[in-house]
């Protein structure tokens, strides 16, 4: 049983955050996320984008400390332009795209805010156990969201302690911010509206929900019925084993040779 409690009521200090839905790791083809059980295993995130440059870097040096308007308006933009334009020049598919999610990652996120993350794959190779019998011994139907909050803002080009580059290669392997766990919920369970946006609009690798989209954020908290330490009891959440693909490709080597979405 999932022990349905409330656990959020979405109000106080959150008013004040913001709500970033992270896509990073799943692959539609294979019907695989990677980054799921890999992120909470080890409480840290990273989008997955290509390593910042020399002029990135410097542009981010610049903007680091500054305050957070700043660093969400004029950061952004200079950060965004050198990233494109390094992307562009190193033949980087829609490097404009992968430039605004990139630059927002470093200059619009910050400690305190809160990352959502979903599962809708009952088929995923490497389908946390945690996940397989959550819904009275089966995969919940739907799938599920999970929400942790930052605790130590992303660095570019940083490393994540505890996963070696073998899982998915160095490519990827990079800027992480570190986050606790708020609690999971049943996607079921959320409202038409809130489900559609979740599901369909935030579809890009990273999106941080529009001002005008707060009640989703509310309500995301608000249905929150597994506790951090119910997770815990059952063994906590971390993919399995991988599983032979159906074309005879080993699936680690699928996923560290995929280009994600």
């Given at each position: 049983?999932?022990?349905?409690?409330?656990?959020?009521?979405?109000?106080?200090?959150?008013?004040?955050?913001?709500?970033?839905?992270?896509?990073?790791?799943?692959?539609?083809?294979?019907?695989?996320?990677?980054?799921?059980?890999?992120?909470?295993?080890?409480?840290?995130?990273?989008?997955?984008?290509?390593?910042?440059?020399?002029?990135?870097?410097?542009?981010?040096?610049?903007?680091?400390?500054?305050?957070?308007?700043?660093?969400?308006?004029?950061?952004?933009?200079?950060?965004?332009?050198?990233?494109?334009?390094e992307l562009k020049a190193n033949g980087v598919p829609n490097p404009s795209s992968e430039a605004a999610q990139s630059a927002a990652w470093f200059m619009k996120v910050k400690v305190g805010d809160l990352i959502v993350m979903r599962h809708i794959?009952?088929?995923?190779?490497?389908?946390?156990?945690?996940?397989?019998?959550?819904?009275?011994?089966?995969?919940?139907?739907?799938?599920?969201?999970?929400?942790?909050?930052?605790?130590?803002?992303?660095?570019?080009?940083?490393?994540?302690?505890?996963?070696?580059?073998?899982?998915?290669?160095?490519?990827?392997?990079?800027?992480?911010?570190?986050?606790?766990?708020?609690?999971?919920?049943?996607?079921?369970?959320?409202?038409?509206?809130?489900?559609?946006?979740?599901?369909?609009?935030?579809?890009?690798?990273?999106?941080?929900?529009?001002?005008?989209?707060?009640?989703?954020?509310?309500?995301?908290?608000?249905?929150?019925?597994?506790?951090?330490?119910?997770?815990?009891?059952?063994?906590?959440?971390?993919?399995?084993?991988?599983?032979?693909?159906?074309?005879?490709?080993p699936v680690g080597e699928i996923i560290r040779d995929m280009e994600f979405e």
């Amino acid at each position: 049983s999932t022990n349905s409690t409330n656990i959020s009521d979405g109000g106080g200090g959150d008013d004040l955050c913001s709500c970033v839905h992270v896509n990073t790791f799943l692959q539609s083809k294979t019907k695989s996320n990677f980054g799921f059980g890999l992120f909470h295993e080890h409480n840290q995130v990273t989008v997955g984008f290509h390593r910042l440059g020399q002029t990135a870097l410097a542009v981010y040096e610049q903007f680091k400390n500054k305050d957070a308007g700043e660093r969400k308006t004029e950061g952004y933009q200079a950060l965004f332009k050198a990233l494109r334009d390094e992307l562009k020049a190193n033949g980087v598919p829609n490097p404009s795209s992968e430039a605004a999610q990139s630059a927002a990652w470093f200059m619009k996120v910050k400690v305190g805010d809160l990352i959502v993350m979903r599962h809708i794959y009952d088929r995923c190779p490497v389908l946390p156990d945690f996940l397989r019998t959550l819904d009275e011994g089966t995969y919940p139907e739907g799938g599920v969201y999970s929400i942790v909050r930052i605790t130590e803002a992303p660095v570019p080009n940083s490393t994540c302690v505890g996963i070696p580059d073998t899982e998915f290669g160095s490519k990827w392997n990079h800027s992480y911010c570190k986050t606790k766990p708020e609690g999971m919920g049943l996607i079921r369970n959320l409202d038409d509206t809130t489900r559609e946006y979740l599901l369909r609009i935030c579809v890009p690798t990273m999106a941080i929900f529009k001002e005008d989209k707060e009640e989703h954020k509310k309500e995301l908290l608000r249905k929150l019925t597994i506790t951090p330490e119910a997770v815990q009891q059952r063994g906590g959440i971390k993919n399995s084993a991988l599983r032979p693909s159906r074309s005879g490709t080993p699936v680690g080597e699928i996923i560290r040779d995929m280009e994600f979405e």
